[in-house]
T-cell receptor
Framework: DAGVTQSPTHLIKTRGQQVTLRCSPK?????VSWYQQALGQGPQFIFQ???????QRGNFPDRFSGHQFPNYSSELNVNALLLGDSALYLC????????????FGPGTRLTVT | KQEVTQIPAALSVPEGENLVLNCSFT??????LQWFRQDPGKGLTSLLL?????REQTSGRLNASLDKSSGRSTLYIAASQPGDSATYLC??????????FGGGTRLMVKP
């Protein structure tokens, strides 16, 4: 049974560019959450998707957007990249009725130069 | 706004020692509290989950306690081993089951 997978593993972008990160949830899970983890800090909640809609959002600007597909996989898009967007981006999946039990993927390391 | 604080930020101990990691949160209206382990550059692995109605959970050499009224949790690690070296993160679940994390404690266990 595959766990949560994320792609790519590492990514280097230039300021002002746009990036798309991808996440496939654990088999059977229907809810996907995204977190940003800056170096040396704890993860911060970006948003959560269920039934292809954004259900909850943390304190992140509109440059951060997402999408969930019918197969429950998800994308995180970041526009107009800033140096401060450099971080580990973590995806977590869960069942809607057990949403507190989130399983995390290995993350995508984004470096903005 | 929920805020989670972890003390100490870093800890170095010799192998075999028992140790305690601390976590505090500002809003006691939580659904549950979790402790995670994170190895360098990797994702998070859930260690223990304590529901708001529970006082503690145990798994092997790990024991986590929760005092919701005072906004505190501790993670006790018995007989520490070099393989325990990692960052330990505390997270609380609130409305909508969004997780709010602390900054983590970086643990180094020396052989």
């Amino acid at each position: 049974d595959a766990g949560v997978t994320q792609s790519p593993t590492h990514l280097i972008k230039t300021r002002g560019q746009q990036v798309t990160l991808r996440c496939s949830p654990k088999s059977g899970h229907d809810t996907v959450s995204w977190y940003q983890q800056a170096l040396g800090q704890g993860p911060q909640f970006i948003f959560q998707y269920y039934e292809e809609e954004e259900r909850q959002r943390g304190n992140f600007p509109d440059r951060f957007s997402g999408h969930q597909f019918p197969n429950y996989s998800s994308e995180l898009n970041v526009n107009a990249l800033l140096l401060g967007d450099s971080a580990l981006y973590l995806c977590a999946s869960s069942l809607r009725d057990r949403n507190y039990e989130q399983y995390f993927g290995p993350g995508t390391r984004l470096t903005v130069t | 706004k929920q805020e989670v604080t972890q003390i100490p930020a870093a800890l170095s101990v010799p192998e075999g020692e028992n140790l305690v990691l601390n976590c505090s949160f500002t809003d006691s209206a939580i659904y549950n509290l979790q402790w995670f382990r994170q190895d360098p550059g990797k994702g998070l692995t859930s260690l223990l989950l304590i529901q708001s109605s529970q006082r503690e959970q145990t798994s092997g050499r790990l024991n986590a306690s929760l005092d919701k009224s005072s906004g505190r949790s501790t993670l006790y690690i018995a007989a520490s081993q070099p393989g325990d070296s990692a960052t330990y993160l505390c997270a609380v679940s609130t409305a909508g089951n969004m997780l709010t994390f602390g900054g983590g404690t970086r643990l180094m266990v020396k052989p």
